[in-house]
């Protein structure tokens, strides 16, 4: 499979810190852009994700940084033999691992107390895409012009209709287990869908209607999405990748 990636990540107008992070082609993003080119075999795995961290005291950007980083450690040695099941029971025991570590270490550190971050990331395994999220960070996918969004919200807003910031799941944070989202992002992908993960400093700002118009009209929709979201007001850090599936 054949696809291209831009990743963006900005801490928007407001924020003096950039507590989201990237993880793409093995490199920790904390600010900029990266633009790539990247074929997967099926006999190989890749794995891009998102993580937006929460706590005061640049601890935000730890957990962020942490989890990003032990996720792909831990990645890098699954088997590529794996089923279905395996590799679903695999994923959860990998995050709730990096949830113990990230709360290990905000229990050393009261500046660090409760530090946690949403994760969504794509996993490239054999020929499926799948994905996993935890939090309020979105996966979409858009194709034939329409955009559909297939990550769930772990939120207090998606889960009663009130007007909240406070999510209900993270890696690390107050809470001893960890539920993980996995599942295949489709079961048929095809040239030229366009896979967006993005952190709610994008969501919230620009509503779907608007992500999808960008997506249906710019050359360059991860720079025009993340533009969107400062001209809206960028309350919060902005983190977003495109992903066109160029060839299957």
Known sequence: MEIYVTAITDKGCIREQNEDRILVCDEILQDGRRDLNISISNNDKFFIAIADGMGGHAAGEIAAEMTLDLMRNRISFLEIDLTDFELKKRIQEIVQEVHNIIIEESNKNPERSGMGTTLIGLLFYKEFIYYLNIGDSRLY????????????????????????????????????????????????????DILILCSDGLTDMVPDEEIESILKSSNDPAFELVSRAKQNGGIDNISVVTIQILNI
């Open 141 to 192: 996918r858009f194709r034939d012009d329409l955009l559909v969004q297939i990550s769930k919200d772990h939120s207090l807003k998606a889960l009663t209709g009130i007007q909240s910031h406070i999510i209900l799941n993270c890696v690390g944070g107050k809470n001893d287990t960890v539920f993980v989202e996995f599942d295949q992002v489709s079961k048929k992908i095809f040239e030229g």
